[in-house]
C-alpha cells in the first residue's frame, strides 16, 4: 500500500499531473476508474500569489476526487514558501507536490521545473522551507536529470528526503529528452534504494503489464500513469485490477467509450462554461477515440464543433455506426 505522510492510498496506481490536462473534471473521471491517488496540473506560485482568477480555478478541488496531490511550482522560495502556504490553508489538497520536472523553456529560464535537477543544494533549500511552513505533507515530482552528463537522482531525492518530503516521484528521463526515448528505469531503481521515503516511478507505463514490471524490477512504492490515460481511464482500473487480482480486463466498448468522454464534457461544461469546455474537450476527444475506424475524419469535424449538441451527435453517431457493423459482422 502506498502511504504518504498521514495519507493511505487504497492502491499504487498514481495520476500523474498533466499540464493542461489534469483540471478536476479528468482528475474526477480518472478517479473513479480506481486511481489511489490523482495529481493536479501544476500552478504557478506568482500567480496564486496574484490571486489570477483563472489560477484560482485550477486549485478547485472537488471532494470525490480525494485523497488528491497539487502542485505548485516557482524559482524563488519566499514566492513558492507563501504559495505553499496558501494551498496549505485554502485548499482541501491532501499532497503539496513541487514541480521539479517540468522541461518546457519558459519554465526552466525561470529557474523553476527541470531547473532544479542541477543543484541538490537547492533543492533542499526550497524543500526545506515549504516543509517548515506547511502542515501537509510535502513531496516533490522530479526527472533522473537535466541530461545524461549531469544526472543526479539519487543526490537530488536525497536531499528531497534530508529536507523533510515525504515522497518523491521520478520520471525516468531527462530534462533534454522531454517525452521522447525510453525512460531509464534502472536510475529510478537505484533511487529507491538510496531513500527511505516512498518513490513513486513514473514513464512508459503505458499497459497494466507494464506497471507490475516497474513495481518488480523497481521496488518502487508506486506507478504513476499519464500520457496512456488520456483519452483512456481503463487504464487505471484495467492496472489496479491486474496488481491486485492477476487478471487482465479486456478494451472498453465504442459506446462505453463515448459514454464516459460524454460525461468528461458534461463535467467540464460545469467547471469552465460550454463555450471554452467544448473548445478544451477537442482534444479529449480525439484521444477517446484513438485507435477507432475512421477516427481521423471525425476528429476533423469534431475540431470545428463549438456547442455541447453538435459535439455528443457526433460521438452518438459512431456509436451507431460501430454497433452497426459490430452486427452486420455477427449475422455474416
Known sequence: MLKIGNITMKNQVV?????????????????????????????????ILLNNARTMGMLYIDEREKPLSLQIFGGEKDTLVEAAKFVDKNTTADIIDINMGC??????????GAKWLLDPNKIYEMVSAVVDAVDKPVTVKMRIGWDEDHIFAIENAQ???KAGGQAVAVHGRTRVQMYEGKADWNIIKD????????????????????AKRMLDETGVDGVMIGRAALGNPWVIY???????????????????????????LDRLIDLKGEFVAVREMRKHAAWY???????????NAINEMNTRLDLVSVLDQLVEQAETEDVSTQVV
Not at 474526477?28 to 491517488?37: D, N
Not at 522541461?103 to 523553476?112: E, G, L, S
Request: positive net charge; glycine residues 8%.
Open 15 to 47: 495520476l500523474a499531473p498533466m499540464a493542461g490536462v489534469c483540471n478536476s473534471a479528468f482528475r474526477l473521471t480518472v478517479k473513479e476508474f480506481g486511481a489511489g491517488l490523482v495529481c493536479a496540473e501544476m500552478v504557478s506560485d506568482k500567480a
Open 103 to 112: 522541461p518546457v523553456p519558459k519554465i526552466t529560464k525561470c529557474d523553476a
Open 159 to 161: 536531499a528531497v528526503e
Open 191 to 210: 533511487v529507491k534504494q538510496a531513500v527511505k521515503i516512498p518513490v513513486i516511478g513514473n514513464g512508459d507505463v503505458q499497459t497494466p503489464q507494464d
Open 238 to 264: 484495467r492496472t489496479v485490477k491486474y496488481l491486485e487480482t492477476g487478471e487482465l480486463v479486456g478494451e472498453p466498448s465504442v459506446r462505453e467509450k463515448m459514454d464516459v468522454c460524454k460525461l468528461h
Open 289 to 299: 477515440l484513438k485507435g477507432m475506424r475512421g477516427n481521423a475524419k471525425v476528429r
